[in-house]
C-alpha cells in the first residue's frame, strides 16, 4: 500500500537515503530539511514522488507551513511521520558551552517534539499514522563524550515510549530505531568537534575520544544500511516499539546495559581510550 511519508533532514544522509528508498518503493515522499537546493536535487535525480518541504524544526512557523504543504498535496493525511533530524555535540560535558548543548536540545528534542505535536491532529482524526523516530544506541548507554548528545536520544526514547502507549488506541504505532555509529555528516562533521584542551585536565581525554569517534565512524554502517531499517519500521504493518540499526549492534546493547555498572564503565572507558 502506498503511504504519504514525511522525512526530516532528508538533505543528507540517513534521511536522504531513507527518502529515496521510500520513493523507489512507490511512497510519496515529503523530504523535509532546510537545504531547498539540496531537496531539489533529490526530487530530480529520483523516478519516485519526492517533494521537498523547507523545514527548519527548531522554527515554528516553519513547521506550520509544513504541516500545510504536506495537507495541500496529500488532503487524506501523513500515514507516516519520520523524525530525523538532528545533530551531534561531543565532548567532556564540563568542556562545553550552555548555549551548544541548548542548541542541540532545541533541534534533537523540542524540534522533533514540536514536528510530532503538528502532525498528530490529522493522524488521530484518521485514527491511522506512524511516527518513526530516529533515537541513537547512544540513547540506550553513554560513553565519555556522549553525555549531552546521548542525553537528547535518551529523552526521545522517553517520549517515545509515553507516546506510543499514549496514542495506541488512535489506531497511531510509535517506533524507535536505534542507529550505531553511521558514515554520515553528522559524524564527520557536527560530532567530530575539534577541542581546544581549554582544560588541561581534559586534554587527554579528548584526544582519546577523538580517535575513538574517528575509528567508530570509520568502522560504521551505510546511510543506506540504517535506511533499510527505517523504511521496514515506516512500512511494516505490525512494527516492533524498537529496531537497533544494524541489528547485530542489539548484542553490544544488551550487553553494556545489563552489566553492572561500574563493570560498563570500566569496559567503555577502555574501549576509549585503547582506539
Same mark, same amino acid.
Not at 498535496?73 to 548555549?99: C, H, I, S
Not at 565519555?144 to 495506541?168: C, H, I, N, Q
Not at 555528516?185 to 586534554?203: C, K, P, R, V, W
Not at 537497533?244 to 564503565?265: E, F, M, Q, S
Given at each position: 500500500?502506498?503511504k504519504?511519508?514525511?522525512?526530516?533532514?532528508? &538533505? @543528507?544522509?540517513? =534521511? %536522504?537515503? +531513507?527518502?529515496?528508498?521510500?520513493?523507489?518503493? $512507490?511512497? /510519496?515522499?515529503? *523530504?523535509?530539511?532546510?537545504?531547498?537546493?539540496?531537496?531539489?536535487?533529490l526530487?530530480?535525480?529520483?523516478?519516485?514522488?519526492?517533494?521537498?518541504?523547507?523545514?527548519?524544526?527548531?522554527?515554528?512557523?516553519?513547521?506550520?507551513?509544513?504541516?500545510?504543504?504536506?495537507?495541500?498535496?496529500?488532503?487524506?493525511?501523513?500515514?507516516?511521520?519520520?523524525?530525523?533530524?538532528?545533530?551531534?555535540l561531543?565532548?567532556?560535558?564540563?568542556?562545553?558551552?550552555?548555549?551548544?548543548?541548548?542548541?542541540?536540545?532545541?533541534?534533537?528534542?523540542?524540534?522533533?517534539?514540536?514536528?510530532?505535536?503538528?502532525?498528530?491532529?490529522?493522524?488521530?482524526?484518521?485514527?491511522?499514522?506512524?511516527?518513526?523516530?530516529? &533515537? @541513537?544506541?547512544l =540513547? %540506550?548507554? +553513554?560513553v565519555?563524550?556522549?553525555?549531552?548528545? $546521548?542525553? /537528547?536520544?535518551? *529523552?526521545?526514547?522517553?517520549?517515545?515510549?509515553?507516546?506510543?502507549?499514549?496514542?495506541?488506541?488512535?489506531?497511531?504505532?510509535?517506533?524507535?530505531?536505534?542507529?550505531?555509529?553511521?558514515?554520515?555528516?553528522?559524524?564527520?562533521?557536527?560530532?567530530?568537534?575539534?577541542?581546544?584542551?581549554a582544560?588541561?585536565?581534559?586534554?587527554?581525554?579528548?584526544?582519546?575520544?577523538?580517535?575513538?569517534?574517528?575509528?567508530?565512524?570509520?568502522?560504521?554502517a551505510?546511510?543506506?544500511?540504517?535506511?533499510?531499517?527505517?523504511?521496514?519500521?515506516?512500512?511494516?504493518?505490525?512494527?516492533?516499539?524498537?529496531?537497533?540499526?544494524?541489528a547485530?549492534?542489539?548484542?553490544?546493547?544488551?550487553v553494556?546495559?545489563?552489566?553492572?555498572?561500574?563493570l560498563?564503565?570500566?569496559?567503555?572507558?577502555?574501549?576509549?581510550?585503547?582506539?
Amino acid at each position: 500500500m502506498r503511504k504519504n511519508v514525511l522525512v526530516t533532514g532528508a &538533505s @543528507s544522509g540517513i =534521511g %536522504r537515503a +531513507t527518502a529515496l528508498r521510500l520513493a523507489a518503493e $512507490g511512497h /510519496t515522499v515529503f *523530504a523535509a530539511a532546510r537545504r531547498t537546493d539540496r531537496l531539489e536535487a533529490l526530487a530530480a535525480e529520483t523516478p519516485g514522488t519526492i517533494v521537498p518541504v523547507q523545514l527548519d524544526v527548531t522554527d515554528p512557523d516553519a513547521v506550520r507551513g509544513a504541516v500545510a504543504a504536506v495537507a495541500e498535496r496529500a488532503p487524506a493525511g501523513l500515514d507516516v511521520l519520520v523524525n530525523n533530524a538532528g545533530y551531534a555535540l561531543t565532548g567532556p560535558v564540563e568542556t562545553l558551552e550552555t548555549d551548544a548543548v541548548r542548541a542541540v536540545f532545541e533541534t534533537n528534542v523540542v524540534g522533533l517534539f514540536d514536528v510530532t505535536r503538528a502532525f498528530l491532529p490529522q493522524m488521530r482524526a484518521n485514527r491511522r499514522g506512524r511516527i518513526v523516530n530516529v &533515537s @541513537s544506541m547512544l =540513547g %540506550r548507554m +553513554t560513553v565519555p563524550g556522549s553525555g549531552v548528545y $546521548g542525553g /537528547t536520544k535518551y *529523552a526521545v526514547e522517553a517520549m517515545s515510549d509515553a507516546l506510543r502507549m499514549e496514542v495506541r488506541s488512535f489506531g497511531i504505532d510509535v517506533v524507535v530505531v536505534e542507529p550505531g555509529f553511521v558514515d554520515t555528516e553528522i559524524d564527520t562533521t557536527s560530532a567530530m568537534i575539534a577541542h581546544d584542551g581549554a582544560i588541561a585536565d581534559y586534554a587527554e581525554l579528548e584526544r582519546d575520544m577523538t580517535a575513538y569517534l574517528a575509528a567508530q565512524v570509520k568502522a560504521g554502517a551505510t546511510a543506506e544500511a540504517v535506511a533499510a531499517t527505517l523504511v521496514h519500521a515506516s512500512t511494516v504493518r505490525n512494527p516492533k516499539p524498537r529496531y537497533v540499526a544494524p541489528a547485530k549492534n542489539a548484542i553490544v546493547l544488551k550487553v553494556l546495559t545489563t552489566l553492572p555498572t561500574r563493570l560498563a564503565d570500566r569496559l567503555k572507558l577502555q574501549t576509549v581510550r585503547s582506539s
